[in-house]
């Protein structure tokens, strides 16, 4: 079985904008350089077969580039607990345009459509009872942002797990016109 999610990896420069503000939170488990991306589109597990027409199918994905830049910090919760920190990125449009082309063209081959709302971000860190309070990184790094940074291509990654959690493996690169 393959686990693959389609993704934005963010430049070098966003990048270590993040990775210098990700502390503050008790027992928060904060991404790696390696995990910071933005998801256009979760898969799942699939077999072989599948994962091979997922990788020809987004072939016929076409999309303009797009000039990628943060967009503050927010937080997701399950009935009230905090479960993730993340930072938002924009232009939102653009993104959702490419995440409903992508989705399209997944359903063209048999997947079931995207069935959450989409909602464009790169996941900080992952929130479980034990982490602490996160008002004061919130409210320390709500006004976050970035110059824009030209983004020309999408990744199918394929996700792995282990014993210190999910490792991404990028598996094929698709241009944005």
């Known amino acids: 079985m393959h686990r693959l999610f389609i993704g934005l990896r963010p430049p070098v420069a966003m990048r270590r904008q993040l990775l210098a503000i990700m502390d503050g939170v008790e027992a928060a488990r904060w991404q790696d350089d390696d995990q910071l991306h933005v998801t256009l589109r979760y898969v799942g597990e699939v077999e072989r077969p599948v994962a091979e027409d997922i990788a020809t ?42 995440h409903r082309k992508i989705d399209h063209a997944l359903v063209r081959i048999g997947l079931p459509a995207e069935g959450r709302a989409y909602r464009p971000h790169i996941t900080l860190a992952r929130l479980n009872a034990a982490a602490g309070p996160v008002g004061g990184f919130l409210a320390a790094h709500g006004g976050l942002t970035s110059p824009p940074t030209r983004i020309d291509g999408f990744l199918l990654y394929e996700s792995h797990l282990g014993q210190d959690g999910a490792w991404y493996e990028a598996v094929a690169r698709y241009a944005l016109d």
């Open 57 to 98: 199918i987004l072939r016929s994905v076409h999309a303009p580039a797009l000039d990628l830049s943060l967009a503050g910090i927010g937080m997701f919760d399950r009935r009230g607990r905090p479960t993730a920190l993340w930072a938002g990125v924009a232009p939102v449009e653009p993104l959702t345009a490419l």
